[in-house]
């Protein structure tokens, strides 16, 4: 009796560490494995008092028009969506289309509803996991600075549409 306490104490922590070094390798599996490409942001609050200093970011395909789906119904929040980009003769990659059901080829993103913009306009906010951008505080006062009028974020892109935040533009 008293050598099954150790061995399950033992063994929910090590459970627990498990699931920490699942959480982590489950954030670094885009980085890791998945294609770069390139999109305009722009910073939308460089700092907080919470987190630490980071940059929230904003993409162009980050608020979407309910009309650029093709379903009849409005959209719950939480629902997953994959928005497809196209690379544009600029080279940065921009909004192509966005769909409920996954694209077989190209370039997408995988995302989640958070809700409409200002109420109900009929426009969705949608969600990737790539709007925050961490960094120590004198990289965060550089950034704030030279994203100030928009930067270039490089993402890494999935096959199944999962995405991390590389670097921004200007984090050299």
């Not at 294609?35 to 980050?62: C, H, M, Q, W």
């Not at 990737?128 to 892109?157: C, H, N, S, T």
Request: net charge positive; hydrophobic share 40%; with cysteine.
């Amino acid at each position: 009796m008293k050598r099954t306490i150790p061995i399950a104490l033992g063994m929910a922590i090590a459970a627990q560490c498990l699931i920490l070094i699942g959480l982590y390798v489950e954030a670094q599996v885009p980085l890791w494995l998945g294609e770069p490409i390139r999109v305009k942001t722009v910073p939308v609050d460089p700092r907080s008092l919470f987190r630490g200093n980071y940059a929230r970011l904003s993409y162009d395909f980050s608020t979407i028009a309910q009309s650029a789906f093709q379903e009849d119904q409005p959209l719950r929040q939480g629902e997953v969506v994959y928005v497809s980009l196209k690379k544009h003769p600029s080279g940065l990659y921009v909004f192509s289309s966005a769909s409920l059901e996954r694209p077989q080829r190209g370039i997408f993103l995988r995302g989640r509803v958070v809700g409409n913009r200002w109420g109900n306009t009929g426009d969705y906010r949608i969600k990737y996991g790539i709007e925050a951008y961490f960094a120590p505080r004198e990289k965060a006062l550089q950034l704030e600075d030279a994203l100030r009028d928009g930067g270039v974020a490089e993402l890494m892109v999935m096959s199944s549409g999962r995405a991390g935040l590389r670097k921004l533009a200007g984090d050299d």
